[in-house]
T-cell receptor, first 114, second 109 residues
Framework: GAVVSQHPSRVICKSGTSVKIECRSL??????MFWYRQFPKQSLMLMATSNEGSKATYEQGVEKDKFLINHASLTLSTLTVTSAHPEDSSFYIC??????????FGSGTRLTVV | GQNIDQPTEMTATEGAIVQINCTYQTSGFNGLFWYQQHAGEAPTFLSY??LDGLEEKGRFSSFLSRSKGYSYLLLKELQMKDSASYLC??????????WGAGTKLIIKP
């Protein structure tokens, strides 16, 4: 089946630094990828939709200058959390649409900013 | 606004059957998904319904009634490993995924 590889699975960084999270579709081409964040005991919240070769579409309230998304190829999208702060600590998950229906999710990245 | 409702938490006994309900009000409808999410992990796809009726996949079945804006996920022969959160999500008219808050299912021996 379709696999989306997300890396790293866990990262701890210092406040003020930047962190890059990669999301790769391993055996299919993903024109569109989605980035979510999830706070403890809450639902997934869509942050942005990443389209290959064009600018990402951000949801209302998501700072595009803080959460930089790059979708340079049909198999790779990256999310960079710039100047991270403790409130950015969260679980970040990417997903790619696979086929006509269904989404394949990456394994998620737990970001802790100290 | 767009809204998806599902119970916050349910408890069931190992070996039993449990039904998790989901009601939705969205701007358009292009399908409904159920996902399973274990604590600390990404969601995994369980089912997709776009037409009314029941879809069966082994121990899991999903039902949809578009006229009622209602779906349920039915889990049979419950196992301890089924303890997880179950997320209902709807594709609206723009193919945006609208997520429910999830139902935490607790299985007791």
């Amino acid at each position: 089946g379709a696999v989306v590889s997300q890396h790293p699975s866990r990262v701890i960084c210092k406040s003020g630094t930047s962190v890059k999270i990669e999301c790769r579709s391993l055996d299919f081409q993903a024109t569109t990828m989605f980035w979510y964040r999830q706070f403890p005991k809450q639902s997934l919240m869509l942050m942005a939709t990443s389209n290959e070769g064009s600018k990402a579409t951000y949801e209302q309230g998501v700072e595009k200058d803080k959460f930089l998304i790059n979708h340079a190829s049909l198999t790779l999208s990256t999310l960079t959390v710039t100047s991270a702060h403790p409130e950015d600590s969260s679980f970040y998950i990417c997903s790619a649409q696979q086929g006509e229906v269904g989404y394949t999710f990456g394994s998620g990245t737990r970001l802790t900013v100290v | 606004g767009q809204n998806i409702d599902q119970p916050t938490e349910m408890t069931a006994t190992e070996g039993a059957i449990v039904q998790i309900n989901c009601t939705y009000q969205t701007s358009g409808f292009n399908g409904l998904f159920w996902y399973q999410q274990h604590a600390g992990e990404a969601p995994t796809f369980l089912s997709y319904n776009v037409l009314d009726g029941l879809e069966e996949k082994g121990r899991f079945s999903s039902f949809l009634s578009r006229s009622k804006g209602y779906s349920y996920l039915l889990l049979k022969e419950l196992q301890m490993k089924d303890s997880a959160s179950y997320l209902c999500a709807v594709w609206d008219s723009n193919y945006q995924l609208i997520w429910g808050a999830g139902t935490k299912l607790i299985i007791k021996p």
